[in-house]
């Protein structure tokens, strides 16, 4: 098993300063990688909460941590991939993965908020059936000298995109639903799950990406897949990953029993840190207290 931890990103917490103190702090204890996500906008009276109401670009922290840190690899969980054009994002991580030494994990998600696609201009219709074109191109212009192509969503004249990345980025998708699963399987690295995914049911959606990689031909074993923690630590609760230091462990031993591959302990989505009212001093003695608490190795 794994750990990662996601540096601040939301709320009033996420200043640049906190995300290095967090990412060389993480680096030092010998977690495995830091984390983070993507929320374009906030429409006016949205129930969503205040985890999502302030939110730092995800590639762009990413780059900045890039500099700051040698080791820990650089995740994101996810990018929504209908809000950028696939040649855009292409170039963007290919840097990404190039400047931070071949670093660089790659999660993608299909979008879930309308006023997101609105504001991007692109229809939420058909998402699942862009993904696969989306995956499909990415690959091929972190790849092939020349690329030509013509599909249902995008379309490219011939060609070239360089200076290649030094080795592909890995691409891991998110989604819950059956058909999202087993798209997992077919066509990526790996699987995310999202941070309201129930993690007592975890192993059976785990399940349904490996039958599709076998269906697919594919060696499941190779597979990654990586739950957000939305860890909170002394919580009064009996959910997965919150309560005591002990129990978070323990509960990261049991989802490694059920397939998990990889785990990061997300404190964006605790409302009392990832909010951009809370006092960022606080968060980031409760952040910085779990970062060692919950470092690998810890029992």
Known sequence: MRIGFAVPVSGSWATPENMKRIARRAEELGYHEVWTFQRLLYPVGHPMGPVYRSVRDPV??????????????????????????????????????????????????????????????????????????????????????????????????????????????????????????????????????PSRADLATIGEQIAIVKDAAREAGRDPATLRFVCRGVTRAQADDSAPLTGSYEKIRADVAALGEKGVTEVFHDLNFDPGIGNPDADPAASMRRAEEALDALAPGRS
């Open 60 to 193: 762009v922290a990413l780059s900045y941590l890039a500099g700051v840190t040698d080791r820990i690899r650089l995740g994101v969980a996810v990018l929504n991939l209908p809000f950028v054009s696939p040649a855009l994002m292409a170039k963007q991580l290919a840097t990404l993965q190039d400047v931070s030494g071949g670093r660089l994990d790659v999660g993608l998600g299909l979008g879930w908020l309308p006023e997101e696609f609105r504001a991007s201009g692109v229809p939420m219709e058909r998402r699942g059936r862009r993904a696969e074109e989306y995956v499909g191109l990415l690959r091929r212009l972190w790849t092939d000298d020349v690329v030509e192509h013509r599909g249902e969503f995008y379309e490219l004249p011939p060609v070239h995109q360089d200076p290649k990345p030094v080795g592909a980025p890995p691409i891991l998708l998110g989604g819950t639903a059956p058909v999202a699963l087993r798209r997992a399987g077919r066509i990526a690295d790996g699987w995310i799950s």
